[in-house]
């Protein structure tokens, strides 16, 4: 299914590193791209990690939304796209990503194109994306209801509280699944996000 790094292939497709040096050492591994990156050994990961993480991905959101407010669409897909090959697991395969507002047949976006079209819309091929990044979000704040650490991966789940321009504020459920890239950085390779329910 995901062609991720060999060394996790009986752990749900997961990647870890300690530092390039290292992964040098372990060999190299062909991802779905066709490029090759080092395979890096075990390193667990931290809650000081996934926390930098929830944040950096809370911070990029708010820069791409301040950068197309003040320069417009073109610089804000250039930084949304800087965002998705920084952030996310794109290089290493497959991401299973379910942003909130989406329809049908196009719920899951598994491709970097898909995540695009979600954040700052413009894809014909995603007529229905309007461009969540764009709304003019000014502030982020996670509250994790919990956070499962296994060695080298890691999944959070949790609340997170979106401030608009305006001062209106959106809250969504989100749970992330992270591993190590073969640089020993965090990627994202799970992110889904809905509404909370509210009884009729």
């Not at 994790?144 to 401030?163: F, R």
């Given at each position: 299914m995901f062609r991720y790094a060999r060394s996790v292939a009986v752990a749900a497709c997961l990647v870890s590193a300690t530092s390039p040096a290292l992964a040098q050492s372990h060999g190299t591994h062909q991802h779905n791209h066709g490029s090759s990156a080092h395979t890096a050994p075990y390193s667990p990961i931290t809650m000081a990690e996934v926390e930098a993480a929830q944040q950096a991905w809370g911070n990029a959101l708010v820069s791409i939304s301040t950068e197309y407010d003040n320069k417009g669409f073109a610089a804000a897909k250039k930084l949304a796209e800087t965002v998705l090959d920084s952030a996310y697991g794109y290089n290493m395969g497959p991401v299973l990503f379910k942003p909130t507002l989406t329809l049908a047949p196009q719920t899951f976006r598994t491709t970097r194109d898909g995540a695009l079209a979600y954040f700052v819309g413009g894809n014909?091929?995603?007529?229905?994306?309007?461009?969540?990044?764009?709304?003019?979000?000014?502030?982020?704040?996670?509250?994790?209801?919990?956070?499962?650490?296994?060695?080298?991966?890691?999944?959070?789940?949790?609340?997170?509280?979106?401030?608009?321009?305006?001062?209106?504020?959106?809250?969504?459920?989100?749970?992330?699944?992270?591993?190590r890239d073969g640089e020993g950085k965090l990627r994202i390779v799970l992110h889904h996000s809905s509404l909370p329910y509210t009884a009729k």
């Open positions: 014909s091929e995603y007529k229905n994306d309007t461009g969540f990044a764009l709304k003019s979000w000014r502030s982020y704040k996670v509250q994790n209801a919990g956070v499962i650490i296994t060695g080298n991966s890691a999944i959070s789940m949790g609340n997170v509280s979106l401030t608009d321009s305006k001062g209106n504020v959106t809250t969504v459920d989100k749970t992330w699944g992270y591993v």
